[in-house]
Every structure is written in C-alpha cells, then in structure tokens.
C-alpha cells in the first residue's frame, strides 16, 4: 500500500498526481489497481488501470 497523500483538502475538486511508482519509488507493473480516498464523512474506492 502507498499513501499517496495524508492532508487535508477544501470541498471540490482536487488532483493528487501519481506517477506510477510504488511506496520504494519503482514503477509499478501493469495491472488493476485501487485507489482509496477518505474523508470525514465518506469513502471512495476508484478502480485504476495501468497499462
């Protein structure tokens, strides 16, 4: 797992980049991936394709 930011973002819309690296900085192998965003309120899972 790779955290890719731990802040705390205004309502609307925000943009984390990634640049396809894993938590050791080596890029990752083509694949399905999850990406899980927290808030106070609610939590969204969002499917992610490498290719």
Known sequence: ML???NIHVYPGTNIIPWD???AAG???KS?????KITGAIVTITKKIIVN
């Open 3 to 5: 955290i890719l930011k």
């Open 20 to 22: 396809g690296t894993d």
């Open 26 to 28: 080596n890029p990752v």
């Open 31 to 35: 694949g399905i991936y999850f990406c």
